[in-house]
Nanobody, 123 residues
C-alpha cells in the first residue's frame, strides 16, 4: 500500500504563488502514476494535473490551470509537488494528491489518496 501526506496549503491573495508538496511512503514511488485533484467549497472533486511513471512522460493539466500550475516529482525524496502561480479566487479548494498504477494516468481513477490540504485565495 501507499500512504500520501500533503502539505503547503494556506491563505494567500490573488496573484500570489504557492507550492504544495506530497510525501509518499510504501512501495517505490517512481513506479506510480501521480497527480492532483481539488474540491472547491460546495462542489465535486475535479482533476487538476497528472504525471505518469515513465521518466519521459509529459504532464497533463486541466484547462483551468494550464500555464499557471506545474506538476513535478522528486523520486529520490518520494515527493510530489504542485507549483501554483497567478492564483485566482476560483482556485480556492481542498487539494488532494493521488497515486495509482500506470493506467491511472489514462483512466483518471487512482487507488491512493491523501487527506487533503486547504488552499484559500482572497481577492
Amino acid at each position: 500500500q501507499v500512504q500520501l501526506v500533503e502539505s503547503g496549503g494556506g491563505l494567500v491573495q490573488a496573484g500570489d504563488s504557492l507550492r504544495l508538496s506530497c510525501v509518499a511512503s510504501g512501495r517505490t514511488f517512481s513506479n506510480y502514476a501521480v497527480g492532483w485533484f481539488r474540491q472547491p467549497p460546495g462542489k465535486e472533486r475535479e482533476f487538476v494535473a497528472a504525471l505518469n511513471s515513465v521518466a519521459d512522460s509529459h504532464p497533463y493539466y486541466a484547462d483551468s490551470v494550464k500555464g499557471r500550475f506545474t506538476i513535478s516529482r522528486d523520486n529520490a525524496k518520494n515527493t510530489l509537488h504542485l507549483q501554483m502561480n497567478s492564483l485566482r479566487t476560483e482556485d480556492t479548494a481542498v487539494y488532494y494528491c493521488v497515486a495509482g498504477g500506470r493506467g491511472s494516468f489514462y483512466s483518471g481513477k487512482y487507488d491512493y489518496w491523501g487527506q487533503g490540504t486547504q488552499v484559500t485565495v482572497s481577492s
